[in-house]
């Protein structure tokens, strides 16, 4: 998050992972980047262990804990993140002794039976037992929040860790609308009989002549009866289309229900990756492909239809360089389309040099972003080009990137682009925000800090928060600490 007026020193200098001048993040905004951005996958300038050697040594800089723990909350609860928010859990369950609120913190962090899980997991893996009694007195009373249909669907019995396993190290007290699953469980006679993975299994196991038309009869039960959540729709489109191409258009419908796609917390990349496998299909009808595909390019646009509008000018700039291929440019893409789309945005391509493209934002937020990534440079990473190349005043540059730049000479070095801003404004009189939006959580800056405010997150609450930081330059963090424990 940008700070004050602060002025460029020695120590707010660093160099950033590919070797090029950066400047240092504040260690909250660093922290809350890190959870809001990271799925615990290696990426191309760092891989998973070292993500979460540097959660533990970012946890350990910030004095007060309460913190860590919000924005683990924040990420799990508001921006569904799941296995970065799990190792804050079991860190935080290592680091804090004796504290009243740890107990609400683990209570808070959880959102699916399957969190208690993974959290014991980690614990257990890294730091062995006994368990601190605040992280069984805390995940015990999770317990409460879940009936007898979540807890079966997630027995997770062929897990390392499983339900029943969590049971017998917690020790959760039985509540009225959990009581009667918790017996099963422990009595190894709960099952799920309504999640989609239980008719979809029972459907296979009828015999081959058979296996079909149960298949489809599943398909049309969990569709019709609205029994399937919103992310396992999006995950099954191929096998409706394959298996029961009756109910495709009912399929398409709920793609675009409002209230799913709110109460799903689906990450808007996930339409993407849903649309790349349907375009890929063969041996469907084609007008049934075609009907998921409309609804997938219209539930995008329903996600995004309380995206803020910005006042003023606003530049997009997207890197396209080698580090960012894969998911960090399918996911810049995306936030570069809804931008170009609902603020009327001007839109630059950035890698080893800067060009314009003209978007139609009359096209869907899936066809920008599309035609915005099916051609990138992938050269290297160079900043400066951005503002020399813009052709007219500002009031806002919006940046996606991994932030590792290395290219181009300014004052001090390679890679910070403080010359060529400062040149900008000076050439169009234009005194803009910059707001950087780190899509890998590497942790460091372009810019010194003076107007420059710092964002992060795959969720489309991100787009809030933009509005947020031009009244109150530390917004995200302002969300996270309004968190009680």
Known sequence: MARFNTPVTTKTRTTNLAGGDAFVQEPKFKFASLLLTSFVQDQYYRSA???LKKLVKLIDKISD???????????????????????????????????????????????????????????????KKPLPNALKKGLASAFDKFDE?????????????SLVDAVNLLHPSPVEKNESALKKLIADTLRSTETWESKISAAGKVGEEKKEKAKEEAWKELILEKKIGYFALLRN???????????????????????????????????????????????????DVRKI???????????????PKLK???LVALDESGSMMGKPHEIGGLFAAILVKTNNADLVLFSDDARYININPLDSTLTIAKKITSDPVGSGTNFHPIFTESNKAYDRFIILSDMQGWMGNDDWGYGAPTKAFTDYKARTGANPNVFSFDLQ???????????????????????????????????LITEIEKIEL
Do not use: C
């Open 49 to 51: 262990d070292d993500t």
């Open 65 to 127: 804990k309460k913190f860590p723990a919000k924005a683990a909350i924040y990420a799990r609860q508001e921006y569904g993140m799941r296995s970065i928010t799990h190792a804050v859990a079991g860190e935080l369950a290592k680091i804090i002794k004796g504290e009243e609120w740890t107990k609400r913190f683990f209570y808070k962090v959880v959102r699916r039976p399957d969190d208690i899980t993974e959290i014991l997991s980690y614990y257990l893996n890294k730091y």
């Open 149 to 161: 249909y979540q807890l079966a669907k997630y027995r997770g019995e062929a897990h390392a860790i």
């Open 237 to 287: 489109l191929r096998n409706i289309l394959e298996q029961a191409p009756a109910i495709v258009e009912n399929a398409a419908n709920l793609l675009i229900d409002k209230n799913m796609i709110e109460k799903s917390l689906v990450l808007p990349f996930r339409y993407l990756t849903a649309i790349n496998e349907i375009e890929g299909l063969s041996g469907v009808d084609t007008s």
């Open 293 to 307: 595909l409309v609804a997938l390019n219209q539930a995008v646009d329903v996600s995004l239809s309380n995206v």
């Open 312 to 314: 003023g000018t606003t």
């Open 441 to 475: 959580g590497y942790g460091s800056l372009q810019f010194p800090r003076a107007n420059v405010y710092e964002i992060a997150g795959f969720s489309d609450k991100v787009f809030d928060v933009i509005k947020l930081l031009e009244t109150d330059r530390q917004a």
